[in-house]
């Protein structure tokens, strides 16, 4: 079946918009807080109290709950895992960059064709696959990110929202979303943000000068501690502002969300002028990634086309990286279309061009694509060595985990692959695919009450309580329901509808 056409920009919905207009009207957002000021140095200019750590999370996760039912949020496990990864080495490189409250980062993207990314509270960090497509080395693409890092880490968006009365916080989530949709659809939020109270809360939500400096000299930390190249940063940030300088000039204030001024520049190459140069190869992942987020950016038809002619480009440049880059990307087509047997042979192309590399390693990124070739072929027993020895060699990807799963479970491996994710679902509590790759599994072996008990977790986890109460009562009456299932669902039930029930109450607040 044939995907339908989407946008190709983030357009979150329009009842969120509502919820932003609706958070810029209200009274309490301009009263003083009565949260504890938290025993931080007051940095980057701002004033009044702090959102405290807990509350900032939470206003986080339940924006991120929207964002990740958004179409055009790209939850692909490989991108998802090269990001976390990469965030993971900027932050090892520094523990104290996790600041006082000890954030738990989470990195992901979103389809975008434009040069952004953008923090949100609690450690949140997206970023757009046009940003991604636009960094011509690793080190720039985690410059990125350990700026962002930066602006988490100082709290510095806790600072600017921490004056409000810690009631009307979460109305803040529709707020924080309207912004996101004002970076790429100004016709849909240009109502939320007019106004006198809509530009209070923008100025709110706009990181000041100072904090852009602050989150800049973080950055600049973090890329060198964790060996990547310093003049990353510069060369990027210039691309940025070069790119904001081709955008119209009657472009609204609020869409400028990071702005990068020639000082901020000159202030980095200040700071990096004495540094020893140091040259980091990019990881054959770098550019693998590149090409698999060029395919999602547009996974239409169109964008298959066009994606074709690009990766065509590439490998009549010859460039060694671009030349596997676009190999992996016609491969990840041609499965995306049925056409086995090109795929095949472009993943023949590829790990040659992998093997001529003496010093270049394998990557997730091609292991998982190799699965996905197995299993496409009916080779299950081979998909699984392949998932056994990547799991192996790579123990911190979450795509290979699933891949392994999934081979477990082609393998005619029903009971080993429903031990597997149930030890998967306590490891990876906040795992939404976990869960639902487990009501597969109990749905292959028939197992209708533990289906929907894993499907009622998948739709809680994705944020929609609706939903996961509607599973439980499912579960409830199915067939096979037992004395000890039905205390399962009792007791979840309880505590969804008490979920729901504050929820509910937080939005008559609003």
């Known amino acids: 079946m044939k995907p339908s056409p989407r946008p190709r920009r983030v357009r979150p919905v329009l009842s ?193 000068r100072d904090a852009e400096r602050e989150a800049d000299r973080i950055g600049l930390n973090l890329l060198r501690g964790s060996g990547f190249e310093v003049n990353g940063m510069v060369a990027f940030f210039g691309r940025l502002e070069a790119a904001g300088r081709s955008r119209s000039s009657s472009a609204p204030s609020y869409l400028r969300t990071h702005p990068l001024t020639t000082e901020r520049i000159a202030d980095i ?62 491969a990840m087509i041609a499965l995306r279309q049925k056409d086995v047997a090109r795929a095949g042979t472009l993943l023949e192309a590829l790990h040659a061009d992998v093997a001529r590399e003496t010093l270049m390693p394998s990557s997730p990124a091609l292991v998982s694509m190799d699965i996905e070739y197995s299993l496409v072929t009916g080779k299950a027993e081979q998909a699984l060595a392949l998932a056994t020895e990547g799991r192996n060699r790579f123990p911190l990807s979450r795509a290979l985990t699933m891949q392994y799963a999934e081979s477990l479970l082609a393998a005619g491996k029903k009971e080993a692959a429903a031990a597997f994710l149930r030890d998967q679902s306590q490891l990876y509590r906040q795992d939404a695919g976990v869960q639902r790759a487990l009501a597969r599994v109990y749905a292959e072996q028939g197992k209708q009450a533990l289906q929907h008990l894993a499907l009622a977790e998948y739709y809680f986890l994705s944020g929609a309580l609706p939903f996961a109460l509607e599973q439980l009562r499912i579960a409830r009456t199915s067939p096979d329901a037992s004395f000890y299932d039905q205390a399962i669902i009792d007791a979840r039930e309880r505590e969804l509808q008490a979920a729901w029930q504050e929820m509910m109450a937080q939005t008559k607040k609003r």
Do not use: C
């Open 16 to 208: 969120l918009v509502a919820a932003a207009v609706l958070a810029f009207s209200a009274p309490a957002l301009l009263t003083p807080s009565v949260l504890q000021a938290q025993a931080l140095p007051n940095l980057g200019g701002t004033d009044g109290e702090e959102l405290s750590p807990l509350m900032e999370r939470r206003l986080g996760e339940q924006v991120m709950n929207n964002i990740r039912r958004d179409r055009d949020y790209v939850g692909d496990p490989i991108v998802l895992d090269y990001l976390n990864q990469a965030g993971g080495v900027l932050l090892s490189s520094s523990p104290e960059a996790r600041g006082d409250a000890g954030y738990d980062f989470m990195f992901f993207a979103v389809r975008d064709p434009s040069l952004n990314a953008f923090a949100l509270p609690g450690g949140f960090i997206g970023v757009h696959t046009g940003l991604i497509l636009a960094s011509q080395s690793e080190s720039e693409l985690a410059s990125v990110l350990a700026h962002e890092i930066g602006h988490v880490s100082q709290r510095h968006i806790a600072r600017m929202i921490g004056n409000q009365r810690q009631d009307a916080l979460l109305p803040l989530a529709g707020l924080l979303l309207a912004v996101l949709a004002a970076r790429t659809s100004p016709d849909l939020s240009a109502a939320a943000m007019m106004g006198g109270t809509g530009l209070a809360a923008q100025r709110q939500l706009s990181f000041g």
């Open 269 to 330: 190459e200040a700071r990096i002028r004495n540094m020893p140069y140091r040259q980091r190869v990019d990881s054959l992942e770098f550019s693998l990634v590149k090409a698999r987020a060029r395919v999602l950016q547009d996974d239409t038809v169109q964008g298959w086309r066009d994606a074709k002619v690009f990766f065509t480009e590439q490998l009549q440049q010859g460039v060694r990286a671009q030349v596997m880059g676009a190999h992996y990307g016609l």
